[in-house]
């Protein structure tokens, strides 16, 4: 439980931290392929970078989640993150030679691991102290970040350079730490002698609960093979839109358009979980993924992609809320930031590890359109998944 000091403050401020820490990704995930091709780098490399992010990331954020359910100190701990990711990142910007591009990524990922579910769990945390508040009214805010910072970070590459992309997002960072100064840690309570002590948090038991949980397998499962065969695509697909013809002011405001559709998609994927099951709100993401990629194998274009990312838009809010309300449905709360880490970045780690470096080299081999075709079976098959572990 959170420090009282004003439920409603503690609401704006992580609202305001969503909107410039999420915003500030609207600067390089949309972009940082095209800065990593102008380098020279081919696709297998931009793969391999994609599996030392994720090897890196893959035993580091359970920590970060372990370290935030003991210490109780999760904004301390985000600000360590955020500080270490803008430093890291404004030394990317800096390299042209693969081997210290891979240096600099690895450490990015050590400190990267963390802030987001720290994130999410400290944004649960807050919504649960308000009565009717749900985590898609503080997530819409990133969204918005997105939105604005996409809309205007094509421009700023092609007045300046990709180089401006790295300044944008350590800012963003930065302003990050600021909004979390005005959100106190969480009240230290004395324990009621009467009741027995809660076993501290530990990776083990973690693994345990979710062997022990058919809807925890089945998400599992589900979402690893997805993430296997369709997780990487989002990171060439910038590069087949400039194959296509797409300028970067074109693929900043597709980033921004499927931004903006989640701000009500948000608030939507809120009622849609109380009234049917977290379960029915993942499987209709991927239905969704499902749909888009579709789109594309049957109309390859630019204007496609454009005009399906308002269904990406729906797709990922129903995804993000769906998750979180998953976790939390289907997981002891002392476990809670453990569980968003292990799925949200180990198992989405480790899907990447295999499938980034495969997905760069089909790349290279036969094209990004085919990597559509080959996403749509992962997601079909991920869906069966998810249903046959439905709840």
Request: aromatic share 12%; hydrophobic share 55%.
């Amino acid at each position: 439980m959170l420090a009282t000091v004003s439920p409603k403050r503690n609401l704006w401020s992580i609202r305001a931290y969503y909107f410039v820490s999420i915003g500030a990704g609207g600067f390089i995930i949309p972009f940082v392929a095209l800065f990593y091709r102008q380098q020279g780098l081919s696709g297998a490399e931009i793969g391999w970078l994609g599996t030392i992010q994720a090897a890196i990331g893959l035993v580091a954020a359970p920590i970060w989640g372990r370290w935030s359910d003991r210490l109780n100190r999760p904004r301390q701990l985000l600000q360590v993150a955020l500080v270490g990711t803008a430093v890291f990142h404004l030394m990317l910007g800096q390299q042209d030679q693969f081997g210290t591009i891979a240096l600099i990524v690895a450490a990015a990922a050590l400190v990267m691991a963390g802030w987001m579910p720290l994130s999410d769990n400290l944004a649960v945390d807050i919504a649960e102290s308000i009565p009717g508040t749900g985590f898609g009214s503080i997530r819409l805010w990133g969204s918005l970040g997105w939105t604005i910072v996409t809309a205007v970070a094509g421009r700023l590459i092609e007045l300046f350079s990709l180089g401006v992309i790295f300044i944008g997002y350590a800012v963003g960072m930065i302003g990050g730490v600021i909004t979390l100064f005005f959100i106190p840690n969480p009240s230290v309570t004395e324990p009621d002698p009467t009741v027995p002590p809660e076993p501290a948090t530990n990776l083990r038991q973690a693994w345990h609960i979710i062997r022990q949980s058919k809807r925890l397998m089945g998400l599992a499962g589900g979402l690893g093979i997805t993430w296997l065969l369709s997780g990487s695509l989002f990171s060439f697909e910038p590069i087949y839109m400039t194959e296509l013809g797409a300028s970067t002011s074109i693929i900043g405001m597709a980033n921004a358009l499927n931004a903006a559709i989640e701000l009500p998609a948000m608030l939507w994927a809120d009622k849609l979980v109380k009234r049917y099951t977290p379960g029915r709100l993942l499987r209709w993401a991927l239905l969704l993924q499902m749909i888009r990629m579709t789109a594309v194998l049957i109309y390859p274009s630019v204007a496609t992609i454009v005009v399906t990312r308002m269904i990406l838009g729906i797709q990922y809010s129903f995804f993000a809320i769906g998750l979180i309300a998953y976790i939390n449905a289907f997981s002891p709360k002392t476990y809670r930031a453990t569980m968003m880490a292990l799925y949200g970045m180990t198992l989405r780690n480790l899907t990447t590890i295999v499938g980034s470096p495969l997905t760069g080299i089909f790349f290279d081999t036969v094209g990004a359109y085919w990597l559509y075709a080959i996403g749509l079976a992962g997601t079909f098959l991920g869906w069966l998944v998810l249903y046959l572990a439905r709840d």
